[in-house]
Structures are given as C-alpha cells and as structure tokens.
C-alpha cells in the first residue's frame, strides 16, 4: 500500500516544483528555452514507485502548467498521463533496474513528452512547422529538462526514497 | 531500489481513472481552442496568472539580487585572508557604485520612454515588467499595471525604442502581453520608405518575419518597419525595426524579409502602454486608426 509519507513527500515536492517553475524557470532561460520542472519532477516521481503510478499527479501538474503558461488549458496534462503511464509501463517491465536504465527512461520520456506537446499546440493552432517546433523548442527544452531531472532525480531519490525505502539489491552506475 | 509498493486502486480503477482524466483534458483542451479570448479557461488561466504575478515578480527581483549579490560575494570573499577596513570600504564604494549604475541606466530608460511618450504623443500608463512566461513555448511578459489603470486587452505595448506587443490579458493589478516575437503574434505592418504594407510575425527562432510584401517591391537592408494600423490590432505609424537581411530576389514570391527590433525585450525592465497616440510622421500621409485590437 502507498505509505503516507511517501504521498506527503509527493505532495511537498510538487508544491517545490509548482515553485521553481515559476521562480526559477523564466529566470533560467538558455536561447529561449526554458526547463519544466512539473513535467520532470511527474516523471521521476513515476519511475521512483513504478508499481503504484497515478494519472492524478501528472494531471494536476500538467494543468497547472496550463493555467499558469499561455497554452492550451488540459495540453500539458493529457501528454503528462500519456508519457508518466508509458515511462511507468516501460520501467516496470524493464528487468534491469540500475540508475542508467532510470535515466535513460527519463531522457526518453523527456523527450517524447517535448515532442508530443509541440505537435499537440500545432494542432490548436501554432502556426510554425514541425522542424522549427523540433529544433527550436522541442530539443532544446528536452536537453534543458534532462540536465535539470537528473539533479532532480538524486534530489527525489534522496527525500523520497532514501528516508524509508530499504533497496532490494544494490544499485550500480551503469 | 525501486519501492515495491502497491498502488491500493484496483487495475480498472486505475485504467478507469486514466481514462476519464486524458477525456477530462481532451474536452478542455476543445473547449479552450474553440472558445474566445473571453471564455471560461481563458477567464481562468488570467485568473491563475493574475494570482502568480506577484510571485514572478519575486522570481525576477531574486534573479537580479542574485547577480549583484554574486558579484559582492565574489569580491568580499576574494582575499579573506587580507581582509582589512581599507578593503570593506572599497567594497562599500562598489556597491555604492553599481547602486548609481543601477540609477543612472533607470533614468536614462524613463527619459528614452518619455521621449517615445512625447514623438508619438502617446497617452497610457508606464509599467515594470515583473515576469516572463514560465514556458518556452510562449513569449510573454508580465507588467504591473491592469485594468484598475485602464488597460485593457488588445491595447499596444512600447518598449523604449519600439513596439514590444499586445495585452492579451489585463487582471486588476498585472497584465499580460504577448510579445511580437510570439509565433502567434502577428502585426499589420509597412515599410516607411516605400509605404509597401505587409505583416510582422514572430517565430520559434525569435525573428520577426515581415510576410505578404508584394513581389515587386524593392526592400533595402536597414528600412525601417512601422505599424500599419490596418485590421486594429495595432496603433499606426509606431516603430517595430528595421529590415535586417533580405533572402531571395526581387521578383520571388518566395523571398523572406527579416525584420530585427531596435531592442531586445530581456533587456527592458521598464515599458508603455499605449491607450492612444499620434504618429506625426505619417499622420498626414494616411488616415489614423487609434483603435486597440486582437492580435491575428
């Protein structure tokens, strides 16, 4: 069963991320991407329990992403259920459970969910191509949000895992 | 590592629940492309972004004492060892310094605006940016001032060389404005030399794109890009940039005229908003339009 301080955890570290992204973020700009640290922190958070994934923290995150952003409203939510219930299956059934195996599933659920926003905004509208889009947004925002999630994920792993879970086997780089 | 806790829903329940809420954002996502700018989301997402304006602002004061303050540190902790009072003056002056610095770049861009104010007559409040967007995928500012100063949405935005934007939307206290670099900004615009109109569009890249000119109209390096006032949207004859680099031929349909503003906006601090002006340069020339607008 889910503890409740791990529940506690998830909810503490959202309001952080919820936070950040809007502190930090905007100020942090790099060639005008920006890192989103709610669509990271849903992932980790998913890959941190993949046996107890919820669609409701990437649904509140990605609307508050929404609400606060000028998309639109429910874009962010819908990819973020999609990428976290499909990070979740893949890490699940992946038998190798070492932090590059994570990270390597991060990246890639990073990624994917870069990329399905920015065709899911062409749809509602944004009159650019999917090349800009990739290039200009896409890639850079998923580089930006990789470096961020694996300081985020040392930082979830060490509060929300690290305080009560006791490891299976030992986890090994690579 | 990995917890092996179970989640305590069953798996239909939790398929169930996907499900309804990838529907739930599905129906507002509709919703929120379908409806206007005075719909119920987008009521909301104002709503949302008038309640975190004030955080921003904290964001962006933080992020420029945060330089300073790196700065201080760096030269307060360079030589711990030989710390004398000769040194802590020193360091006092320097901030004494940047302080001025810091007052002196503040007047120089309220007397730039006022400038602008008095060249285009403009009537409408001055605001401080106190925010930028919290995503990558839409470049807009947001300002202190709102509907209590009589902004209102549609109204144009002036840098101190320039049109910036639009407001997109305008709560009590703050309001929001989408810059015209924003791929879904677009401005009635023409070309003073040659009174040639076409459109300003911003892009992913942050270009401003100068579309529709016709195929046979000669366009220079460095003319100078105004707004038309053509369709509302913007207030006429106010400056956007100059033509950076043309590509293609006179003749090409195809040719791509790019257009760079006189300032980049990361750099402003202070803006206009324009609720009326007066273009004396061409205002004689074509009939004015003082109306605000939607951005296309």
């Known amino acids: 069963m889910i503890d409740e301080r791990w529940r506690f955890g998830?909810?503490?570290?959202?309001?952080?991320?919820?936070?950040?992204?809007?502190?930090?973020?905007?100020?942090?700009?790099?060639?005008?991407?920006?890192?989103?640290?709610?669509?990271?922190?849903?992932?980790?958070?998913?890959?941190?329990?993949?046996?107890?994934?919820?669609?409701?923290?990437?649904?509140?995150?990605?609307?508050?992403?929404?609400?606060?952003?000028?998309?639109?409203?429910g874009a962010m939510a819908f990819v973020l259920i999609i990428v976290t219930q499909?990070?979740?299956?893949?890490?699940?059934?992946?038998?190798?459970?070492?932090?590059?195996?994570?990270?390597?599933?991060?990246?890639?659920?990073?990624?994917?969910?870069?990329?399905?926003?920015?065709?899911?905004?062409?749809?509602?509208?944004?009159?650019?191509?999917?090349?800009?889009?990739?290039?200009?947004?896409?890639?850079?925002?998923?580089?930006?949000?990789?470096?961020?999630?694996?300081?985020?994920?040392?930082?979830?792993?060490?509060?929300?895992?690290?305080?009560?879970s006791q490891p299976e086997r030992p986890r090994t780089l690579g | 590592m990995v917890p092996r806790m179970q989640n305590n829903r069953s798996p239909l329940t939790s398929r169930a629940l996907v499900i309804v809420l990838l529907v739930?954002?599905?129906?507002?996502?509709?919703?929120?492309?379908?409806?206007?700018?005075?719909?119920?989301?987008?009521?909301?997402?104002?709503?949302?972004?008038?309640?975190?304006?004030?955080?921003?602002?904290?964001?962006?004061?933080?992020?420029?004492?945060?330089?300073?303050?790196?700065?201080?540190?760096?030269?307060?902790?360079?030589?711990?060892?030989?710390?004398?009072?000769?040194?802590?003056?020193n360091s006092e002056l320097r901030s004494l310094l940047a302080q001025a610095e810091e007052y002196r770049i503040k007047s120089q861009e309220y007397e730039k605006l006022l400038e602008i104010k008095d060249t285009f007559s403009v009537v409408g409040p001055a605001a401080h940016i106190i925010g930028r967007s919290t995503d990558a995928w839409n470049q807009t500012i947001t300002i202190d001032v709102g509907s209590d100063e009589g902004v209102s949405a549609g109204l144009t935005v002036m840098g101190t060389s320039g049109v910036i934007g639009q407001v997109v939307a305008a709560e009590p206290a703050s309001s929001t404005v989408r810059l015209l670099s924003d791929p879904s900004s677009g401005a009635a615009a023409m070309i003073q030399s040659s009174r040639v109109e076409g459109i300003v569009r911003g892009s992913l890249d942050g270009l401003l794109y100068l579309e529709n000119v016709a195929a046979d109209v000669a366009v220079n390096v460095g003319d100078v890009v105004?707004?038309?006032?053509?369709?509302?949207?913007?207030?006429?004859?106010?400056?956007?940039?100059?033509?950076a680099r043309v590509e293609g031929n006179l003749g090409d349909v195809t040719r791509l005229i790019i257009v760079t503003?006189?300032?980049?906006?990361?750099?402003?601090?202070?803006?206009?908003?324009?609720?009326?002006?007066?273009?004396?340069?061409?205002?004689?020339?074509?009939?004015?339009?003082?109306?605000?607008?939607?951005?296309?």
């Open chain 2, 24 to 89: 739930l954002s599905l129906v507002s996502i509709t919703f929120y492309s379908r409806e206007d700018s005075e719909g119920f989301l987008h009521a909301i997402q104002n709503g949302v972004s008038g309640v975190v304006a004030p955080l921003k602002f904290v964001g962006t004061a933080a992020g420029s004492v945060g330089e300073g303050l790196a700065t201080s540190i760096s030269d307060a902790t360079a030589d711990e060892s030989t710390l004398s009072g000769l040194r802590q003056q």
């Open chain 1, 10 to 73: 998830v909810v503490i570290g959202a309001v952080i991320a919820t936070l950040l992204q809007i502190l930090l973020a905007p100020n942090i700009a790099v060639l005008s991407a920006e890192p989103n640290f709610l669509a990271t922190y849903c992932i980790i958070v998913t890959l941190l329990m993949p046996q107890a994934v919820s669609p409701v923290l990437p649904f509140v995150l990605g609307l508050l992403f929404d609400l606060m952003g000028g998309g639109p409203v």
């Open chain 1, 86 to 164: 499909l990070a979740g299956v893949i890490y699940r059934n992946v038998a190798n459970d070492t932090v590059f195996v994570l990270l390597s599933v991060l990246f890639a659920s990073l990624f994917i969910m870069e990329v399905l926003y920015s065709i899911l905004l062409m749809a509602c509208g944004l009159n650019v191509s999917f090349i800009d889009a990739f290039i200009y947004r896409a890639l850079p925002c998923a580089l930006y949000d990789c470096f961020v999630g694996v300081i985020l994920y040392f930082i979830a792993a060490r509060f929300l895992v690290g305080r009560w």
């Open chain 2, 226 to 243: 105004l707004t038309s006032g053509l369709g509302g949207s913007y207030i006429r004859g106010l400056m956007i940039g100059t033509v």
């Open chain 2, 261 to 296: 503003p006189n300032q980049t906006v990361s750099a402003m601090e202070e803006v206009l908003v324009v609720v009326s002006a007066e273009a004396p340069s061409i205002a004689s020339q074509t009939p004015s339009n003082d109306s605000g607008g939607e951005s296309s």
